[in-house]
C-alpha cells in the first residue's frame, strides 16, 4: 500500500469529523500542488472509490466531496479538471437524491470550465441536469430564475435559440415569485436578447427602451449602450404604429441626440425620405450590436435595414403624393418596379398603409391629404367651439372678471 493510500485509509477510518477533514485537507493540497495531470486523475478515482463506502457517515461524506470538487477546481488545465469532474460525478450520482447540493455545485464548476473552453453547448448541457423541479430540495425562486437565465445565455452563445427560448419561458413563470431586482434585470436582458435572435425586432427595442431607463441597477455606459441597441432594432423593425411609438419616445428621449444615428432618427421621426447614403451611415450601429448574432451575416442584416427603410419611404411617399406611377414610386424607394407593388400590396393589406393599386394603369393611389387636412380641420373647429363655448360660460360666472380682462387687453392694444 503506497503512502497516498495509507494517509487514505487513515482518513476513512476517522471517528471524528474534524479530525477528518482536517487530514483530508492536507491531503489535498499535496494532491493539487505536486501530481501531474495523469497521477493527478489516478489519484481523484483513489480518493473517489475511498470515500463513497457506505461505511463512512453521510454527512462526512458529503463534506469530503465538497472538499474534493473544490480542490479539482484550482487546477488550471481545463481538460484534465472536466476528467476529474466527471468521476466526480459518476460516483454522485449513483446517489443523487443525497446528494443534491454537492451535484448542484459540481455542476455548476463544470459548466464554467466548459464555457472557459468555449464549449457552450456542453457547459448549458451540463447545468440542464440540474434536478429543480423533480428532485428533493427546494428551491427558491430568485435561485432557478437564476440557472435558467445561465443556460439560456450558453444556449444563445452557440445559437441554440428555440432551446435557450425554451428556459427563459421557464424563467418567465417564476418572475412573479422573484423580488430580486438585479435577477429580474438579468432575465429582461437575456429575453432581450432572444427577441433579437428570432428576429423580432420591434419586441427587442422596446425591451432595450426599458433596460436604458434602470437607473438604479445599470451605470450611464450600459444605459446608453441599450439606449442605442433600442435605436438599432427599432430601424430594423418594420413600419407600423407600434414602431412609430417607439420612435417618437426614443427621438423625444434628450439622450438620444448625442447618438451617431440621430440625423436618421430624426427624418424617420418627422416621417422624411431616408436617402442610400443614410441607410449606408447606419451600418457601424448594426455592426455594434447585431455582429454577436449567429445567423445573422452581414448581407442579411443590409437585407433587414433595406427592407425597413424600403417600408418608411413608402409611408413618406404617401404624406408627399396623393398617386404616383408605380414605375416613378420604384424609383424613388430604389426597387425594382414589382419589388414596390408587392410591398405597396403588403402593406396595404396589412392595414400599415393606406391607398390601393391601379394595376391597368399603373398607379398606387394613397389617401387624399386633402381628405386628412378637412378631417383635422374639422377636429381643430370643433375645439375652438369648445373652447369658445367654457369662455362664454366663464364670463357669465365672473363679469367682473371678464370687464377687468377685456380693459386690460385694449390697453395692451
Known amino acids: 500500500m503506497s503512502e497516498f493510500e495509507e494517509k487514505l485509509q487513515e482518513i476513512?477510518?476517522?471517528?471524528?469529523?474534524?479530525?477528518?477533514?482536517?487530514?483530508?485537507?492536507?491531503?489535498?493540497s499535496t494532491l493539487v500542488e505536486d501530481s501531474s495531470n495523469e497521477d493527478f486523475l489516478a489519484r481523484v478515482r483513489d480518493i473517489l472509490a475511498k470515500i463513497s463506502?457506505?461505511?463512512?457517515?453521510?454527512?462526512l461524506t458529503k463534506q469530503l466531496f465538497t472538499m474534493l470538487m473544490n480542490a479539482i477546481d484550482f487546477r488550471p488545465d481545463n481538460e484534465t479538471v472536466?476528467?476529474?469532474?466527471?468521476?466526480?460525478?459518476?460516483?454522485?450520482?449513483?446517489?443523487?437524491?443525497?446528494?443534491?447540493?454537492?451535484?448542484?455545485?459540481?455542476?455548476?464548476?463544470?459548466?464554467?470550465?466548459?464555457?472557459?473552453?468555449?464549449?457552450?453547448?456542453?457547459?448549458?448541457?451540463i447545468l440542464v441536469g440540474i434536478q429543480l423541479e423533480s428532485g428533493q430540495r427546494i428551491y427558491e425562486a430568485?435561485?432557478?430564475?437564476?440557472?435558467?437565465?445561465?443556460?439560456?445565455?450558453?444556449?444563445?452563445?452557440?445559437?441554440?435559440?428555440?432551446?435557450?427560448?425554451?428556459?427563459?419561458n421557464r424563467a418567465s413563470v417564476l418572475t412573479p415569485d422573484?423580488?430580486?431586482?438585479?435577477?429580474?434585470?438579468?432575465?429582461?436582458?437575456i429575453f432581450a436578447k432572444i427577441l433579437d435572435h428570432k428576429e423580432?425586432?420591434?419586441?427587442?427595442?422596446?425591451?432595450?427602451?426599458?433596460?436604458?431607463?434602470?437607473?438604479?441597477?445599470?451605470?450611464?455606459?450600459?444605459?446608453?449602450?441599450?439606449?442605442?441597441h433600442a435605436l438599432a432594432a427599432a430601424m430594423l423593425s418594420g413600419a407600423n404604429q407600434q414602431r412609430t411609438k417607439l420612435l417618437t419616445n426614443l427621438y423625444k428621449d434628450e439622450r438620444c441626440q448625442c447618438l451617431d444615428a440621430y440625423s436618421v432618427l430624426e427624418k424617420m421621426y418627422f416621417g422624411q425620405l431616408i436617402s442610400r447614403s443614410q441607410l449606408d451611415s447606419l451600418a457601424p450601429l448594426l455592426e455594434k450590436h447585431y455582429s454577436g448574432i449567429l445567423g445573422l451575416e452581414a448581407e442579411k442584416?443590409?437585407?433587414?435595414?433595406?427592407?425597413?427603410?424600403?417600408e418608411h419611404n413608402m409611408i413618406a411617399a404617401s404624406s408627399l403624393y396623393t398617386n404616383i406611377r408605380l414605375e416613378n414610386l420604384a424609383k424613388l424607394l430604389g426597387v425594382p418596379i414589382e419589388d414596390a407593388e408587392v410591398i405597396a400590396s403588403n402593406m396595404i393589406s396589412e392595414d400599415r398603409l393606406e391607398g390601393s393599386i391601379d394595376q391597368i394603369d399603373g398607379y398606387i393611389n394613397f389617401e387624399s391629404?386633402?381628405?386628412?387636412?378637412?378631417?383635422?380641420?374639422?377636429?381643430?373647429?370643433?375645439?375652438?367651439?369648445?373652447?369658445?363655448?367654457?369662455?362664454?360660460?366663464?364670463?357669465?360666472?365672473?363679469?367682473e372678471w371678464a370687464s377687468a380682462l377685456q380693459t386690460a387687453s385694449h390697453m395692451e392694444s
Not at 468521476?87 to 472557459?116: D, H, K, P, T
Not at 440557472?147 to 452557440?158: D, E, M, S, T, V
Not at 442584416?301 to 424600403?310: C, D, H, N
Request: glycine share 2%; proline share 1%; aromatic share 6%.
Open 12 to 28: 476513512a477510518s476517522c471517528k471524528q469529523t474534524a479530525e477528518a477533514t482536517e487530514k483530508f485537507e492536507i491531503l489535498l
Open 53 to 59: 463506502q457506505d461505511t463512512i457517515m453521510i454527512i
Open 82 to 125: 472536466i476528467s476529474a469532474f466527471n468521476e466526480v460525478l459518476r460516483s454522485l450520482q449513483v446517489r443523487n437524491i443525497a446528494f443534491e447540493e454537492q451535484l448542484l455545485e459540481l455542476r455548476q464548476l463544470m459548466s464554467r470550465r466548459y464555457e472557459a473552453m468555449g464549449r457552450l453547448e456542453e457547459a448549458a448541457d
Open 142 to 168: 430568485k435561485q432557478k430564475i437564476e440557472i435558467y437565465i445561465n443556460i439560456a445565455r450558453l444556449y444563445l452563445g452557440c445559437n441554440k435559440v428555440a432551446s435557450a427560448d425554451n428556459f427563459v
Open 178 to 189: 422573484c423580488s430580486d431586482e438585479q435577477t429580474l434585470l438579468n432575465y429582461k436582458v
Open 200 to 228: 423580432r425586432f420591434l419586441e427587442a427595442g422596446q425591451r432595450y427602451a426599458e433596460l436604458s431607463l434602470k437607473i438604479d441597477l445599470l451605470d450611464e455606459t450600459c444605459r446608453m449602450d441599450y439606449l442605442e
Open 301 to 310: 442584416k443590409k437585407g433587414l435595414l433595406e427592407r425597413a427603410m424600403v
Open 369 to 399: 391629404r386633402n381628405q386628412m387636412l378637412s378631417a383635422w380641420s374639422s377636429q381643430v373647429e370643433s375645439l375652438c367651439i369648445s373652447v369658445n363655448h367654457v369662455v362664454e360660460m366663464i364670463e357669465k360666472a365672473h363679469p
